[in-house]
């Protein structure tokens, strides 16, 4: 590395957003528009949160690339992009408030009607009751698959609501079941949150057999990628009345009018929000900052998910 590093950062006033960029960077703004003329001499990299694909695809054409820093906690879309020999950061950490608010959201909206409610105000319609009533968040089982830091702060978001929790991850350890006891773990649970990456494990890892394990009535939140949940097998359980479903992510993405799942019964659609709060930035900031000091300083970074350690 040498005395000063060039640096990419998405941001139109990236010493304003960081809250100062640390010493020994010359930093270049690029989100997705025309590219800087320091193309080939970019050595650390944060791509835009919403850019395009060339936001990505420009990585191949960067020769002096060491590291890429991402605003999100997926990856799948950058690591096979990457020359070898640069390290590729995610963001894990900076989502886990969103994300673990929205899964709460999509619990409470799903079990007391409000998708409900929102088309009877649309009429201004003001029922004269209800045939039953609401479910409750209280006194149920909620299982979280793919248990970690979003895992974690969705756990204390539920521990006001009464309800128990069961943890999943691919391994077990100390609190937390692994993977390999699903089928006994889902007849328990009234809800069942996937915060699983997209790997090919995971695809379709919620198949036919997944879900005919869930209890009837219960409630499938996904919160991860849509890959994970086989969509046909999720629409034959919807239309069956059998389960429900609380979906930020989909397969197909974005959802194509006409597809089957906007009009099945039992779930409600939000459009990959998991991480759009006004949470992410200082989040994003205060990371990318630290990410910038310990480049410079020598230090090894943090949330290094493929590449050489730096």
């Given at each position: 590395m040498g005395d000063v590093v060039k640096a990419w950062l998405p941001w139109e006033d990236p010493e304003a957003f960081l809250g100062g960029v640390p010493a020994g960077f010359d930093v270049d703004v690029y989100a997705g528009a025309e590219r800087p003329k320091s193309l080939d001499e970019v050595e650390f990299y944060v791509p835009s949160y919403m850019g395009g694909g060339d936001v990505f695809d420009v990585v191949r054409e960067m020769p002096a690339?060491?590291?890429?820093?991402l605003q999100t906690a997926g990856y799948e879309h950058v690591q096979s992009r990457l020359a070898e020999g640069v390290t590729l950061c995610n963001a894990r950490g900076v989502h886990d408030a969103s994300?673990?608010?929205?899964?709460v959201a999509l619990i409470l909206a799903s079990y007391r009607n409000l998708p409900r409610a929102v088309r009877d105000a649309d009429?201004?319609?003001?029922?004269?009751?209800?045939?039953?009533?609401?479910?409750?968040?209280?006194d149920r089982t909620v299982l979280i698959?793919?248990?970690?830091?979003?895992?974690?702060?969705?756990?204390?978001r539920l521990a006001g609501f009464e309800c128990d929790v069961i943890r999943v991850a691919r391994r077990a350890r100390d609190g937390v079941h692994p993977t390999s006891e699903l089928p006994e773990l889902l007849p328990r649970a009234d809800v069942v949150v996937l915060l699983t990456p997209a790997t090919p494990e995971t695809k379709h890892l919620v198949d036919a057999k997944f879900l005919a394990r869930m209890k009837d009535g219960a409630l499938l939140v996904n919160?991860?990628?849509?890959?994970?949940?086989?969509?046909?097998a999720l629409l034959a359980e919807l239309t069956a009345g059998r389960i429900r479903a609380g979906l930020d992510v989909t397969d197909?993405?974005?959802l194509p009018a006409g597809h089957p799942l906007w009009s099945a019964p039992n779930v409600l659609i939000t459009p990959h929000r998991g991480g759009a709060?006004?949470?992410?930035?200082?989040?994003?900031?205060?990371?990318?900052?630290?990410?910038?000091?310990?480049?410079?300083?020598?230090?090894?970074?943090?949330?290094?998910?493929a590449g050489p350690p730096r």
């Open positions: 690339l060491k590291v890429v820093q994300t673990a608010e929205l899964a009429q201004q319609v003001w029922p004269r009751g209800y045939s039953q009533f609401d479910d409750s968040l209280a698959l793919g248990y970690g830091a979003i895992g974690e702060a969705l756990e204390r919160v991860a990628r849509g890959v994970v949940v086989d969509t046909d197909p993405e974005p709060s006004t949470a992410f930035a200082p989040r994003v900031a205060r990371l990318v900052r630290a990410q910038l000091e310990r480049y410079a300083s020598g230090e090894p970074l943090i949330n290094v998910v």
